[in-house]
């Protein structure tokens, strides 16, 4: 491992070069970079682009002293960090991104065409853009699989917490896991949201989607449907509008679903599975509690329709401060 120090004097109103210096000694030797405590202002985006013949090269290792002492400000408005390659088909695999800080202008990291990431003991807070960008626009070329993240909390992010944009037809990001995790006031009122995904294998547990605007998860549908999402002890918490929004599914499953609503942060469905134009099949709720205060009129907790929706059914729920006027347990879902 190298010091990021090593590449220069840090502390700077532009510490940016340095970093890009490490960076670019890590891919050329292969070697993890370390970041010490302090707040360093980036006045352009990290770019860790590789350039290989083989299939994987060796991802990005970055480890900060903790997201309470590790910061990073971004003062140019792009991505803080851009991983990824300059060729199709060719990814990196293994990085880590751990123990800092991300916030200031634009948007978080971006990753494309990675592999086996892991991002752990991570803030991403105040963007006035997305904060963690994982598109998907070219298929396989660009796919990012099995990215792991752990302990990470992101904040105050003007569009999406978690962007995992997809191009029509593209259904690429699979084994999307996101543990410990608290999405929080992400969004603005028309625009965002907590999470947006669709792709094959989305796994969350323990994960929180609290006081987002406009939806708390997104499940985007259309050619290239997604598939399988598991969740375990998942909260949806004080969104506005919408907690799960999804167009289009194949197989859906929760354990211990939460879904709170009350009278200053309003819903009008809790999950809404729109089968007009894509498959929403086989979800299951297997356990749950919904509270919806009076406020939250009209209200339907667990709603399906469109001619592709089949086999939703919603069970073991317990319904805390509900039956209000205007509301209503379930259309389209069955026990």
């Known amino acids: 491992m190298k010091n990021i120090s090593d590449f220069g004097t840090l502390g700077t109103q532009n510490d940016a070069p340095v970093f890009q210096a490490a960076f670019d000694y890590a891919k050329t030797n292969n070697v993890g970079l370390v970041v010490p405590a302090g707040t360093f202002q980036l006045g352009a985006c990290l770019n860790y682009i590789t350039t290989s013949a083989n299939t994987f090269t060796p991802g990005l290792v970055l480890i900060g002293e903790g997201a309470d002492k590790t910061v990073l400000v971004n003062n140019h408005g792009g991505n803080d960090i851009a991983i990824g390659t300059n060729t199709a088909y060719k990814f990196q695999r293994h990085g880590i991104i751990e123990g800092m800080t991300f916030t200031g202008s634009g948007s978080g990291p971006k990753l494309s065409s990675a592999y086996h990431y892991q991002l752990n003991g991570l803030q991403i807070t105040g963007k006035p853009n997305h904060g963690l960008y994982m598109p998907t626009l070219a298929g396989d070329a660009d796919a990012c699989n099995n990215i792991s993240l752990d302990q990470v909390r992101i904040d105050a992010c003007a569009k999406w917490g978690i962007f995992a944009e997809v191009a029509a037809g593209r259904n690429e990001l699979s084994f999307l896991t996101l543990r410990n995790v608290f999405i929080n006031q992400c969004g603005v009122v028309g625009l965002g949201g907590g999470m947006y ?51 289009g599914i194949k197989g859906m499953v929760f354990d211990a679903l939460q879904m709170y609503s009350n009278d200053t942060y309003r819903t009008y469905y809790g999950i809404r599975m729109d089968g007009q134009t894509s498959l929403a099949t086989n979800v299951l709720i297997r356990s749950g509690t919904v509270r919806a205060t009076a406020g939250n009129n009209p209200h339907t907790a667990f709603m399906a329709f469109g001619a592709n929706y089949s086999n939703c059914k919603a069970q073991n729920i317990t319904w805390d401060n509900y039956d209000h006027p205007g ?9």
Request: hydrophobic share 30%; aromatic share 10%.
């Open 197 to 247: 995904w669709r792709g094959q294998q989305l796994s969350l547990d323990q994960v929180a989607f609290v006081l987002n605007q406009n939806r708390g998860l997104y499940i985007e549908g259309g050619a290239g449907l997604g598939s399988d999402v598991t969740g375990r002890n998942v909260t949806f918490e004080n969104n506005t509008d919408i907690h799960i929004q999804c167009y």
């Open 327 to 335: 509301q209503t347990r379930m259309s389209g879902f069955t026990q």
